[in-house]
């Protein structure tokens, strides 16, 4: 079929992988409302539909054969190891499985220096990755008493185990098969049954299915082509890679750092683009249902991963990163963040790194990811701080109307965290660590310099004179939660309550 898309590669100046995704997201709407209208009845249609229009997509359109194979052995091996495996370590071996298998693509893509306009298996393989593992727990969990479990793991434990059909269904459940959304075996089932939509039927229709799911879900696909056209458009001269060109130097300071924001922003565009398109296919075959509004209207967030206004305009960097990649947040925190705890005990410094690692391997091998991860690990600090000793000086009391010094703080929030998202963001792009480095240092630090003053002024007594000012105000500073964003690597004073802890544990035994 490439005959049909190198013509508008050529013309529209894009990859053919890229024409290739992008149609395959187009034609999933379509294919979307023909899937929601398979009667209740025929389940196994339901099944076999997404298994055949994953096919479709895989061989036929992207030429993925091999792909297609590699992902039918991860999911029929996930299916005979959670069905015959019955100890506590099923979980951690399908993990194992699928994740080993993820990295040795990983570094496939990596020997052959493939670009990031290139689709290959790496994708849609993390998108199954996490939908694998989830299961596993989920059926591990349907095996455990319901008194050890907590609500999420009750909502979705597994106690009747699947077909092989139902399976495969759910594996290559097609709006998401190639970038998403990831979901639990349990919602996907309550889309199969529509039990998703009990006791929410229509007025106008003799189905349980709400209105309003069109209206939300072409929405979606015209936010989609919107961020596409943006992308296509102006990414040719707007990308993080312009930093390192000999232009880019001959403009002055500012210019280059207005530019590089404007850069980023068109960088994310093409995820915008990609995950708003799919969340539109997914919720034209049902999924993501969330309720009614306060007027009446349906609601259709489930499927969202991502919030763009929340990312481009965030009151702060922890808004920012629970509004990105929402699903990957989700998997790290249940089937990672929460598991590697043990029972009893709150998470703590070990579950946080376990967490980064398993994220950071999952993304891949190339430095800049964990240039990325490294950093953002003094961005959450950072955050914390200034939550802990500005905000509670700047909030007005209960009740009162909001202050100009809190409009001034929270404007200030969102200028300073997108600064510092394209900064850290930048090696995520890059991927190499001499381009990642050149971009930083042509752009003077600033990243490092804003971050470090600010951890600096307050490990320097900067903490205590805020916190004596609050008590002289009588200010009370909230509890600061850790920030329920899995990406990026534990806040460095949790490392430190770690180390201190490990330290007295190491002189208890000392001294006995």
Same mark, same amino acid.
């Given at each position: 079929?490439?005959?049909?898309?190198?013509?508008?590669?050529?013309?529209?100046?894009?990859?053919?992988?890229?024409?290739?995704?992008?149609?395959c997201l187009?034609?999933?709407?379509?294919l979307?409302?023909?899937?929601?209208?398979?009667?209740?009845?025929?389940?196994?249609?339901?099944?076999l539909?997404?298994?055949l229009v994953?096919?479709? *997509?895989?061989?036929?359109?992207l030429?993925?054969?091999?792909?297609?194979?590699q992902?039918?052995?991860?999911?029929?091996?996930?299916?005979?190891?959670?069905?015959?495996?019955?100890?506590?370590?099923m979980?951690?071996?399908?993990?194992?499985?699928?994740?080993?298998?993820?990295?040795?693509?990983?570094?496939i893509?990596?020997?052959?220096?493939?670009?990031?306009?290139?689709f290959?298996?790496?994708?849609?393989?993390?998108?199954?990755?996490?939908?694998?593992? #989830?299961?596993?727990?989920?059926?591990?969990?349907?095996?455990?008493a319901?008194?050890n479990?907590?609500?999420w793991?009750?909502?979705?434990?597994?106690?009747?185990?699947?077909?092989?059909?139902?399976?495969?269904?759910y594996?290559f459940y097609?709006?998401?098969?190639?970038?998403?959304?990831?979901?639990?075996?349990?919602?996907?089932?309550?889309?199969?049954?529509?039990?998703? *939509?009990?006791?929410?039927?229509?007025?106008?229709?003799?189905?349980?299915?709400?209105?309003?799911?069109?209206?939300?879900?072409?929405?979606?696909m015209?936010?989609?082509?919107?961020?596409?056209?943006?992308?296509?458009?102006?990414?040719?001269?707007?990308?993080?890679?312009?930093?390192?060109?000999?232009?880019?130097?001959?403009?002055?300071?500012l210019?280059?750092?207005?530019?590089?924001?404007?850069?980023?922003?068109?960088?994310?565009?093409?995820y915008y683009?990609i995950w708003?398109?799919?969340?539109?296919?997914?919720?034209?075959?049902?999924?993501?249902f969330?309720?009614?509004g306060?007027?009446?209207?349906s609601?259709?967030?489930?499927?969202?991963n991502?919030k763009?206004?929340?990312?481009?305009?965030?009151?702060?960097?922890?808004?920012?990163?629970?509004s990105w990649?929402?699903?990957?947040n989700i998997?790290?925190?249940?089937?990672?963040?929460?598991?590697?705890?043990?029972?009893?005990k709150?998470p703590?410094?070990?579950?946080?790194?376990?967490?980064?690692?398993?994220?950071? *391997?999952?993304?891949?091998?190339?430095?800049?990811?964990?240039?990325?991860?490294f950093?953002?690990g003094?961005?959450?600090?950072a955050?914390?701080?200034?939550?802990?000793?500005?905000?509670?000086?700047?909030l007005?009391?209960?009740g009162?109307p909001?202050?100009? #010094?809190?409009?001034i703080?929270?404007?200030?929030?969102?200028?300073v965290?997108?600064?510092?998202?394209?900064?850290?963001?930048?090696?995520?792009?890059?991927?190499?660590?001499?381009d990642?480095?050149?971009v930083?240092r042509?752009l003077?630090?600033?990243?490092?310099?804003?971050?470090?003053?600010t951890?600096?002024?307050?490990?320097?007594?900067?903490?205590g004179?805020?916190?004596?000012?609050?008590?002289?105000?009588?200010?009370?500073a909230e509890k600061?939660?850790?920030?329920?964003?899995?990406?990026?690597?534990?806040?460095?004073d949790?490392?430190?309550?770690?180390?201190k802890?490990l330290?007295?544990?190491?002189?208890?035994?000392?001294?006995?």
């Amino acid at each position: 079929m490439d005959a049909l898309f190198v013509p508008l590669a050529s013309a529209i100046g894009a990859s053919v992988d890229q024409i290739k995704l992008i149609s395959c997201l187009l034609i999933a709407c379509p294919l979307g409302s023909l899937f929601i209208r398979i009667p209740v009845s025929q389940p196994n249609l339901k099944h076999l539909f997404n298994l055949l229009v994953s096919l479709f *997509f895989f061989i036929p359109v992207l030429n993925l054969s091999w792909g297609f194979v590699q992902l039918l052995g991860s999911v029929l091996g996930t299916y005979y190891i959670a069905a015959n495996v019955k100890g506590p370590n099923m979980p951690w071996i399908v993990f194992a499985f699928v994740m080993g298998h993820l990295t040795v693509n990983h570094v496939i893509r990596a020997f052959y220096n493939l670009s990031y306009e290139t689709f290959e298996v790496t994708g849609p393989q993390m998108v199954l990755t996490m939908k694998l593992t #989830t299961f596993a727990w989920n059926v591990w969990d349907g095996r455990t008493a319901s008194e050890n479990l907590d609500k999420w793991q009750l909502q979705k434990r597994v106690t009747k185990y699947p077909t092989l059909l139902e399976f495969l269904g759910y594996s290559f459940y097609f709006p998401g098969v190639l970038v998403g959304p990831y979901l639990d075996y349990a919602s996907y089932m309550s889309l199969i049954d529509e039990s998703l *939509f009990e006791g929410k039927r229509s007025p106008s229709s003799t189905r349980s299915i709400p209105n309003g799911r069109k209206r939300v879900a072409y929405r979606k696909m015209l936010t989609g082509l919107v961020f596409l056209g943006i992308f296509v458009v102006l990414s040719p001269s707007f990308y993080y890679g312009i930093v390192i060109t000999p232009w880019f130097m001959t403009q002055g300071f500012l210019y280059r750092i207005a530019y590089f924001q404007f850069s980023g922003f068109i960088e994310r565009s093409k995820y915008y683009a990609i995950w708003t398109l799919t969340e539109g296919a997914s919720i034209l075959t049902g999924l993501g249902f969330t309720g009614y509004g306060p007027s009446g209207e349906s609601t259709w967030e489930g499927a969202a991963n991502v919030k763009i206004l929340e990312i481009e305009l965030p009151s702060n960097f922890k808004v920012l990163l629970d509004s990105w990649n929402i699903n990957t947040n989700i998997w790290l925190r249940e089937c990672i963040y929460k598991r590697v705890t043990p029972k009893g005990k709150k998470p703590g410094f070990r579950s946080s790194m376990l967490t980064f690692a398993t994220s950071a *391997f999952w993304h891949g091998i190339a430095t800049g990811y964990y240039l990325t991860f490294f950093f953002g690990g003094f961005i959450t600090t950072a955050g914390r701080l200034c939550r802990a000793n500005l905000r509670p000086l700047v909030l007005p009391p209960p009740g009162a109307p909001t202050t100009i #010094t809190k409009r001034i703080y929270d404007l200030t929030g969102t200028f300073v965290s997108i600064l510092i998202l394209n900064y850290v963001a930048a090696p995520f792009m890059l991927l190499t660590f001499t381009d990642s480095i050149e971009v930083w240092r042509r752009l003077h630090w600033y990243g490092f310099w804003m971050i470090g003053s600010t951890l600096t002024f307050f490990w320097l007594g900067g903490s205590g004179f805020m916190k004596a000012l609050q008590k002289k105000e009588g200010k009370v500073a909230e509890k600061v939660v850790t920030p329920e964003s899995h990406v990026m690597p534990p806040p460095l004073d949790d490392v430190a309550e770690e180390l201190k802890d490990l330290q007295q544990r190491m002189e208890r035994v000392g001294r006995a």
